[in-house]
């Protein structure tokens, strides 16, 4: 994110796109609901009628995957009415002439027949939005669950940078992180392309640097990102697996397909705090210790790293995960250091990455939670960034044009199916799902479906259906309601049962640039049981 | 723009910024009034009365929480009008609430202000009001619970239910003494626009909004607070985790004011943490056996089992046939330690966690 979460309760204008706030990032939520409280005026863009549309200004209802049409309409308007900042364009841009050209052909009337939102809303956001100085722009995996995914993200790019809504507070850019540590992770370098602190693999110096710091030379062919590694399983590239915490067999796209592949490959190492799905696939289980009962840190999505601290102790013989990996380099022949502690990783990590070096457990014990870049020890950390200019210089504006979604409905498959969260679960479930109150809200998996296509296919309110795509189907209970339009139907990721994980039918065709795969988009069929 | 002006607090000239309260300002100098209906996320409702203060020019005593500064302004705190004020209105609240067996009110887990203020200040022994206040009906939610004899009607839970949560489950009901809080059509939370975020249990200052899973009237040197950072979702809350003989008994929300959070938290950080204890947890290393099923082994066999497969994967495909999957779920340093794995044990830059789910 841009801007911090404590700036938003002074937010004037906030635009949500493709973030179902009050479930998946609730307190940040809370943040919204007191700026609407203070007066603040919500645009919502999403094609599920969600919470917050309740309370907003407008409810621009987009069709799955229209995103670049709606937002390039906006940009449209925006340099077609003139209201644009002019100065930052002339400062801070690169590329505007590219950009104004491309969104000629986006005219709010055209938006109108391929999103379904009308003009004149379209213009009213504009107008609104770029005449307010503290408007911010939130979005989540609805902008980037996609195979367009990339280009969702440099369209609002463009709308923030030309409206000179960067390094203001209460503004910029704020993608929401999905999970506790997943801006954290990234930053760690668990990422093909990326070595700790955000450096590149492919830079030689930055590379230098660890091969010192690790005594060994370091690999430089580019790596696979998660999509193409579960690809891999699948095309019998990758024959070797090692998961920690994660159970892939309810999170990735398809995974009857990656069943299929997991069952032949020649061994997985799981690290895990529960018997999850991805646990029947395992040829060795290692059990770890949950948050609860282990140091370390996780970096939040304003980039603000914060202590985890251990409050209770593991249960059996279950260990702490950097416990685990340091024994198991070690059997592995590498002499892994002995770390005391969680700070002594933490130090070594910083000793070779810039942006994170002025952070250490210790003052992070003293201070609280500090947002990177912070370079130094006596830095105080940087809550908003691009104050008094882009990083980088200046902002590359990219002229995106539309793509259509990967598997648009067809007569076999009508129906559009979007995936998304519930409040009272999270992700995988394999936490919730053992707690007594999300069981209470929600205990079965279902389909969210409008009236009208209810009644076509004769279907009542929670009666069990059959939901198809081209890969793999699933039987579970209707909700009808009037959150979807007629033509889309909605199901949560959430675990329920191992037989209706919703991801045995998403697809698994990912974005070009970050391999996130199309959870948004796919096409569905749905039969009644009772008729078959 | 704000306006810096000065005002005077029991004879001290204050420096303030227009738009201020006269209560933030005796906060940041630390001139102590007594509070119970205020919470800085909140709008000032000015409803508890605890705050007045005398304000000069003014006839009757003024809500310090709800007074705007102004050029100048003189303000006493504790003058004899003031103190016989509190005494009076003290004395009215405890009549009308659960007492111990030294006639002060109960002492609850989660703190009860009432009862700090009634050790703090000379109040009058009024006789005790038995308030016929509703109580809430057959409610099945495992969470949220209210006790309406150790209620105050501050109406914090209400207004931060209508202005934080903005879900409006929870109002003020009825009329008189038997003025309660309660659901529309006295039904269930979960029946409810509720989205059991526990907000209301958060602010309430005796411990009437109470969490139905925590001990309610234990003595606080018995539980150990120990401050982390939530595992669910990637705002990062801070929360508390309160442990009692090594097991998680509650969590908590710091105060307002000090964290990211702001002292907020939703239903899963507060209270979807069963599964820290939960019987399935996994306690002991497995390895697959020749009949397919997981068997216990040591850690040492474990590791050992475990390196020997993915170093023969490597030695028979070479480092490219090996992907590491890392979690967004782990910490910071566990995930340095999976890339260094990959990329300095086995030459592999196949390294990802789930970004993008």
């Avoid at chain 1, 005594?215 to 070797?240: F, S």
């Avoid at chain 1, 000793?351 to 105080?380: M, N, V, Y």
């Avoid at chain 2, 489950?169 to 009329?175: E, F, K, T």
Wanted: overall charge neutral; aromatic content about 6%.
């Amino acid at each position: 994110m841009t801007n911090s979460v404590p700036e938003f309760r002074d937010c004037d204008l906030l635009f949500v796109i493709g973030s179902n706030t009050t479930e998946a990032h609730p307190v940040i939520a809370m943040e919204m609901k007191r700026a609407l409280h203070r007066g603040a005026r919500l645009f919502v863009a999403d094609p599920r009628a969600i919470w917050l549309t309740q309370m907003a200004e407008q409810h621009l209802q987009h069709r799955p995957g229209s995103d670049v049409w709606l937002i390039n309409a906006l940009v449209h308007t925006v340099i077609a009415e003139q209201l644009y900042d002019r100065d930052y364009v002339a400062n801070y841009t690169e590329n505007f002439e590219e950009l104004a050209n491309l969104v000629k052909d986006y005219a709010p009337e055209q938006a109108e027949a391929i999103t379904g939102v009308p003009a004149e809303q379209i213009r009213q956001l504009a107008r609104a939005y770029a005449t307010t100085k503290k408007a911010a722009i939130f979005y989540t995996l609805g902008i980037t669950e996609h195979t367009h995914g990339t280009d969702n993200v440099f369209a609002l790019a463009n709308l923030v940078a030309i409206t000179g809504h960067l390094g203001v507070r209460s503004a910029g850019l704020n993608p929401l992180r999905g999970q506790n540590n997943v801006q954290g992770a990234g930053d760690m370098g668990a990422h093909p392309d990326n070595l700790p602190g955000v450096q590149k693999v492919a830079d030689a110096a930055v590379r230098a640097r660890f091969e010192t710091e690790w005594g060994v030379a370091l690999p430089t062919e580019r790596g696979l990102n998660l999509n193409e590694i579960m690809h891999g399983i699948e095309a019998g590239d990758i024959r070797g697996l090692f998961v920690m915490g994660e159970d892939i067999l309810v999170s990735e796209p398809n995974v009857a397909r990656l069943e299929h592949g997991l069952n032949q490959l020649e061994f997985v190492v799981l690290q895990e705090i529960f018997p999850s799905e991805t646990a029947r696939f395992a040829h060795v289980v290692l059990p770890a210790a949950c948050f609860a009962e282990k140091d370390g840190t996780f970096t939040n999505t304003d980039r603000r790293v914060q202590r985890v601290r251990r409050a209770v102790a593991p249960p059996g013989q279950a260990r702490p995960d950097w416990q685990i990996l340091v024994d198991l380099a070690r059997a592995c022949g590498y002499p892994m250091p002995d770390y005391a502690a969680p700070a002594a990783i933490w130090a070594e990590m910083t000793r070779q990455s810039p942006k994170l070096a002025g952070i250490s457990h210790e003052r992070l014990d003293r201070d609280g939670g500090l947002q990177w870049p912070c370079p130094t020890p006596d830095h105080p950390g940087t809550p908003t960034l691009h104050v008094g200019g882009p990083m980088r210089g200046k902002v590359l504006l990219h002229a995106v044009k539309y793509r259509p979604s990967a598997e648009p409905p067809t007569p076999e498959y009508p129906l559009v199916l979007s995936t998304g969260r519930v409040l009272y679960h999270y992700n995988a479930g394999n936490q919730t799902r053992r707690d007594r109150g999300p069981n209470l809200k929600f205990s079965t998996n279902f389909v969210e479906i409008s009236r009208r296509d209810a009644r076509d296919l004769g279907v009542a309110d929670g009666e069990l259906v059959r939901v198809t795509s081209r890969r793999g189907q699933v039987e579970v209970p209707t909700l009808i309601s009037s959150r979807v339009r007629p033509g889309l139907v909605w199901m949560p990721m959430h675990n329920f049962a191992t037989a209706t994980r919703t991801n045995l039918l998403t697809l698994d065709e990912g974005d070009p640039i970050t391999g996130t795969a199309e959870y948004k988009v796919c096409a569905v069929r749905i039969e009644r049981i009772a008729a078959t | 723009m704000a306006e810096t002006l000065t005002i005077h607090i029991d004879g001290r000239t204050l420096v303030a910024q227009s738009g201020e309260t006269v209560l933030q300002v005796a906060k940041r100098n630390h001139i102590a009034i007594p509070t119970l209906c205020h919470d800085e996320r909140l709008d000032a409702a000015g409803c508890c009365r605890a705050c007045l203060v005398e304000i000069d020019g003014q006839r009757r005593l003024q809500p310090a929480c709800n007074w705007p500064v102004s050029k100048e302004l003189r303000v006493q705190t504790s003058s004899p009008r003031v103190q016989r004020h509190r005494a009076t209105l003290l004395g009215l609240y405890v009549a009308d609430h659960r007492l111990d067996s030294d006639g002060l009110p109960v002492h609850t887990t989660q703190g009860n202000d009432l009862r700090s203020l009634a050790q703090g200040i000379e109040f009058k022994r009024l006789l005790s009001i038995d308030s016929p206040r509703h109580p809430r009906g057959v409610d099945a939610n495992p969470y949220i619970a209210y006790d309406p004899d150790l209620c105050i009607l501050c109406a914090r839970c209400t207004r931060y239910c209508d202005e934080v949560e903005a879900v409006s489950a929870i109002s003020l009901a009825w009329r008189g003494a038997e003025t309660s809080i309660a659901t529309a059509g006295d039904r269930g939370l979960l029946d409810t626009s509720c989205e059991l975020c526990g907000g209301c249990v958060d602010v309430c200052p005796t411990g009437a909004m109470h969490a139905k899973q925590a001990p309610r009237f234990e003595k606080p040197e018995a539980v150990q607070k120990v401050r982390t950072t939530c595992n669910f979702c990637g705002v990062g809350c801070q929360l508390d985790l309160n442990v009692q003989e090594g097991k998680i008994i509650q969590v908590t929300a710091p105060p307002p004011g000090e964290t990211v959070n702001d002292g907020n938290l939703c239903v899963k950080g507060r209270f979807a943490y069963g599964f820290v204890h939960h019987d399935d947890r996994l306690r002991t290393p497995k390895i697959r056996g020749a009949d397919g099923e997981l068997h216990d082994a040591t850690w040492d066999e474990a590791l050992h089992y475990a390196a020997k497969g993915l170093l023969g994967v490597r030695d028979r495909h070479g480092p490219h046939a090996l992907g590491f999957v890392s979690s967004s779920r782990c910490t910071n340093e566990e995930n340095y330690l999976v890339q260094k794995l990959a990329r300095a044990v086995f030459q592999t830059n196949n390294v990802h966690q789930c970004a993008a789910t």
